[in-house]
């Protein structure tokens, strides 16, 4: 139990064009997601976090209208990096807490690759 | 606020042996937890073990353990017995109720055959 799954596993676009990222938990409903972002031998950067029903919370230093945060449902959330630029390129993680999830745990992602051209 | 250190960039030991990766931490919260996750080539994250911080017990997952000094912020995993399969980037974090994850910059462990 307890798999996360995120979607495209990778993606490379466009300088200027944006680019949805989707996060569900597959087996339980996660009332948090988190959404990290991690460059190249560096560590995971939290860049937000999403409730269901109610607006995402930006980490400071993060645009909140470049990276919006969409938490429709307690098995999905999507991050759309809008107008993206090469500096954007990242791996992106998302994570999940359950509604029962003991200790914090939080259930992460396989990841996306995003690189933009 | 929270911080979390890790001071080894890199570490290799021989197969079989024992190794640890050191952690510090400082956080405000009154109530959380730690957590050491592992990240082999693949990206994928992989729980090891999870500290609650206001259990004075240290926690042990098969050949992996934490020794955790709370007055100390630190929080150092011990891993026996080492295995191949047991290389990769392992990161520290701390996290308190319903916050996402502070992260340390990690320790790349490599167990030499």
């Known amino acids: 139990g307890a798999v996360v799954s995120q979607h495209p596993s990778w993606v490379i676009c466009k300088s200027g064009t944006s680019v949805k990222i989707e996060c569900r938990s597959l087996?339980?409903?996660?009332?948090?997601m988190f959404w990290y972002r991690q460059f190249p031998k560096q560590s995971l950067m939290l860049m937000a976090t999403?409730?269901?029903?109610?607006?995402?919370?930006?980490e400071q230093g993060v645009e909140k209208d470049k990276f919006l945060i969409n938490h429709a449902s307690l098995t999905l959330s999507t991050l759309t990096v809008t107008s993206a630029h090469p500096e954007d390129s990242s791996f992106y993680i998302c994570?999940?807490?359950?509604?029962?999830?003991?200790?914090?745990?939080?259930?992460f992602g396989p990841g996306t690759r995003l690189t933009v051209l | 606020a929270q911080t979390v250190t890790q001071s080894q960039p890199e570490m290799s030991v021989q197969e079989a042996e024992t190794v640890t990766l050191s952690c510090t931490y400082d956080?405000?919260?009154?109530?959380?937890?730690l957590f050491w996750y592992k990240q082999p080539p693949s990206r994928q994250m992989i729980l090891v073990i999870r500290?609650?911080?206001?259990?004075?017990q240290n926690a042990t997952e098969n050949r992996f353990s934490v020794n955790f000094q709370k007055a100390a912020k630190s929080f150092s995993l011990k891993i026996s017995d080492s295995q191949l399969g047991d290389t990769a980037m392992y990161f520290c974090?701390?996290?308190?109720?319903?916050?996402?994850?502070?992260f340390g910059k990690g320790t790349h462990l490599i167990i030499q055959p």
């Open positions: 956080t405000s919260e009154s109530n959380y937890y």
């Open positions: 500290q609650e911080a206001y259990k004075q």
């Open positions: 994570s999940a807490r359950s509604f029962s999830g003991r200790g914090n745990e939080q259930f």
């Open positions: 087996d339980f409903q996660a009332t948090t």
């Open positions: 974090a701390s996290g308190g109720g319903a916050d996402g994850l502070t």
């Open positions: 999403s409730n269901e029903g109610s607006k995402a919370t930006y």
